[in-house]
Every structure is written in structure tokens, then in C-alpha cells.
């Protein structure tokens, strides 16, 4: 089993940063890769970056290139997604994920909110 807490969000104005820490704790070594998602209201939830275990290799959608950043510390239990230029499309709830390829298992955290606005 993993855990995910997600902390960090909050009420920022358009051009703004947050940085979301998700602290990961339970059986850390058989994660695969780590993920931040977000879904506002009305949309479908979406895949913002993603980091594979090795903490290297990263991938982000189009809209949040060269703006968010992904990252992982070297003990591998917390994640963080640094937000910068945000605008108000990126407000949204935003999810911690972890993905165990063997066993097929995607686990969430609770989320927290970001909200863009001035």
C-alpha cells in the first residue's frame, strides 16, 4: 500500500508561483512512476507531469511546458511540482499519484486546491 498527502496549494494571482509537496509513505520502493493530475470543475481529470522512479525521466502536457517542474528528493518519499507563470486556467483540484507497474495499481492522494485569480 502507498499513502499520499498533497500539500501546498492555495490563492495566488495570474504570473504567480505555488510549489505542491506530496509526501509518499508505505511501500515506496515498488513505485514505478510518480504523477501530479488536476481537474477543474466540469473537465475531465488530466495528467499535468509525471516522473519515472529513477527521477529522471519527466514528462509534462503542453499547456505547463517550460512552467511547472517536477521533481522528486533523493529518499524518493516526497514529490514536488514547482508552478511558476501560473494563469487562471490553471485552477484546479490537483492529485498526488503513484503507479505500480507490476501489480497494476494506481493509488491518489486527497488533493488540494490551486486557484488562479486576481
Known amino acids: 500500500q502507498v499513502q499520499l498527502v498533497e500539500s501546498g496549494g492555495g490563492l495566488v494571482q495570474p504570473g504567480g508561483s505555488l510549489r505542491l509537496s506530496c509526501a509518499i509513505s508505505g511501500s515506496i520502493d515498488s513505485i514505478d512512476s510518480m504523477g501530479w493530475y488536476r481537474q477543474a470543475p466540469g473537465k475531465v481529470r488530466e495528467l499535468v507531469a509525471s516522473?519515472?522512479?529513477?527521477?529522471?525521466?519527466?514528462n509534462y502536457v503542453g499547456s505547463v511546458k517550460g512552467r511547472f517542474t517536477i521533481s522528486s528528493n533523493n529518499a524518493k518519499d516526497t514529490v514536488y511540482l514547482q508552478m511558476n507563470s501560473l494563469k487562471p486556467e490553471d485552477t484546479a483540484f490537483y492529485y498526488c499519484?503513484?503507479?505500480?507497474?507490476?501489480?497494476?495499481?494506481?493509488?491518489w492522494g486527497e488533493g488540494t486546491q490551486v486557484t488562479v485569480s486576481s
Open positions: 499519484s503513484a503507479w505500480k507497474l507490476f501489480s497494476r495499481t494506481r493509488y
Open positions: 516522473i519515472g522512479s529513477s527521477g529522471h525521466d519527466t
